[in-house]
């Protein structure tokens, strides 16, 4: 099996997809004599049918053996803004609550996940940039590269463009220091620059190709901000297969290599995805 500006819009998908809690638990079923996948959704409100989404959407054709009933996923809390904290809190945070989580399920090997039934793990949008940091916390502390699968959408640290690490060099030479400045004095001087990292695990990523934040793309694509990146749940699964049909560019050589997925505009129902995703955020609160 194969396995913003900065702190308003990286938390986006928090106001316009919600999400679902779940106390991360143990589904362990015995199918065949085999443990089913597991899979951890990061989410920052209680919505189940975020979770649900990410489910069917993007962690089934990334490989996941999904359960009918759903009962093999579970979700992880994580806020994405800390109170009378910066970004830069938030992602930090973030980080060590996922690491603990993961190495909780590892425990040496004697945990629920290994090679044969690995754990995916899904993000969207800042949750991406705490995933690409605890992949290298995860290597480091020696959690080996084949039981866990990273599933991301809308990621700002994409190696391919994202805003996170090509807004400086789209600047003039002269007004970077200052941009960098002010990034700092927010609280954002941390995130800045990150880039989702390759060759540790395996890892896929889903880009809308009008997505400022995950193609920043010198600044075209800067109204894609606030409607491309609040699409990927509205997503019908034909509009991500052709994306999976073009096949993946690939960030590194190797086993482990980030693949990186490019959801074409053209092929996608822009207003009705915007319109899914906006009924999956009514779901919280009606």
């Known amino acids: 099996m194969k396995k913003a500006i900065v702190s308003a819009l990286l938390?986006?998908?928090?106001?316009?997809?919600?999400?679902?809690y779940l106390t991360p638990s143990h589904n362990v079923q015995h199918l065949d004599y085999k443990l089913v996948d597991e899979a951890l959704v990061i989410i920052p409100v209680d919505n189940q049918e975020f979770a649900d989404a990410a489910a069917k959407l993007y962690l089934q054709p990334s490989g996941f053996d999904l359960t009918p009933d759903y009962s093999n996923v579970s979700t992880l809390d994580m806020p994405e803004v800390v109170q009378?904290?910066?970004?830069?809190?938030?992602?930090?945070?973030?980080?060590?609550?996922?690491v603990q989580a993961?190495?909780?399920?590892?425990?040496?090997?004697?945990?629920?996940?290994?090679?044969?039934?690995?754990?995916?793990?899904?993000?969207y949008s800042q949750s991406d940039v705490v995933m690409g940091d605890a992949e290298a916390q995860l290597h480091a502390d020696g959690v080996p590269s084949n039981v866990l699968d990273f599933v991301m959408v809308g990621d700002s640290a994409s190696a391919e463009g994202g805003?996170?690490?090509?807004?400086?060099?789209?600047?003039p030479t002269w007004l970077q220091p200052?941009?960098?400045?002010?990034?700092?004095?927010?609280?954002?001087g941390d995130v800045l620059g990150a880039t989702t990292p390759t060759g540790l695990y395996a890892t896929q990523v889903y880009s809308l190709s009008g997505?400022?934040?995950a193609n920043y793309d010198n600044g075209a694509n800067d109204l894609g901000m606030y409607s491309d990146h609040l699409e990927y749940l509205g997503l019908t699964p034909q509009e991500i297969g052709t994306a999976l049909t073009a096949g993946p560019t690939l960030d590194g050589m190797g086993q482990y290599a980030t693949e990186y997925f490019t959801i074409q505009d053209s092929m996608v129902n822009s207003l009705e995805a915007l319109w899914t995703q906006l009924q999956?955020?009514?779901?919280?609160?009606f």
Request: hydrophobic share 45%; aromatic share 12%; charged share 15%.
């Open 11 to 20: 938390a986006a998908p928090t106001l316009m997809a919600g999400a679902a």
């Open 84 to 98: 009378g904290g910066t970004l830069d809190d938030a992602v930090s945070q973030g980080e060590a609550q996922l």
């Open 102 to 123: 993961i190495e909780a399920k590892w425990d040496v090997g004697q945990g629920d996940i290994s090679a044969e039934n690995p754990l995916y793990v899904f993000g």
């Open 163 to 171: 805003f996170l690490n090509s807004y400086i060099d789209s600047m």
């Open 178 to 188: 200052y941009v960098i400045e002010a990034f700092n004095d927010f609280g954002a």
């Open 211 to 213: 997505d400022g934040w």
């Open 280 to 285: 999956i955020a009514d779901s919280v609160l």
